[in-house]
Nanobody, 125 residues
Framework: QVQLVESGGGLVQAGGSLRLSCAASGRTFSNYAMGWFRQAPGKERECVAAISRYGSTYYADSVKGRFTISRDSAKNTMYLQMYSLKPEDTAVYYC???????????????????WGQGTQVTVSS
């Protein structure tokens, strides 16, 4: 069992930056692919970034060049650095863990087994 706890959300003006963190419990964090998802009101949850256990990454087109996903296995923590934030980035952001040992990071939420409770990111115009 893995527990995930997100932090770092908040209110920021358009053009600003935030860094989200996802702290994971358990000794097998380094074996899991990890992902950041978001869900805006009235919209489906979508993957914005994912990172495999080997460090390969995936980004949604809407965040490429603005968001950076990373992980620190020594700290059992994953990060999402967000720059040049836009009002359309406003959403609840969730981190997720995939225990399947797949090589590449998955972008589909159905591939993830553990989820955090979410952290709100609000970008004002």
């Amino acid at each position: 069992q893995v527990q995930l706890v997100e932090s770092g959300g908040g209110l920021v003006q358009a053009g600003g930056s935030l860094r989200l963190s996802c702290a994971a419990s358990g000794r097998t964090f380094s074996n899991y692919a990890m992902g950041w998802f978001r869900q805006a009101p009235g919209k489906e949850r979508e993957c914005v970034a994912a990172i495999s256990r080997y460090g390969s990454t995936y980004y949604a087109d809407s965040v490429k060049g603005r968001f950076t996903i990373s992980r620190d296995s020594a700290k059992n923590t994953m990060y999402l650095q967000m720059y040049s934030l836009k009002p359309e980035d406003t959403a609840v952001y969730y981190c997720a863990a995939d225990r399947s040992l797949r090589v590449a990071a998955a972008a589909s939420e159905s591939e993830y087994d553990y989820w955090g409770q979410g952290t709100q990111v609000t970008v004002s115009s």
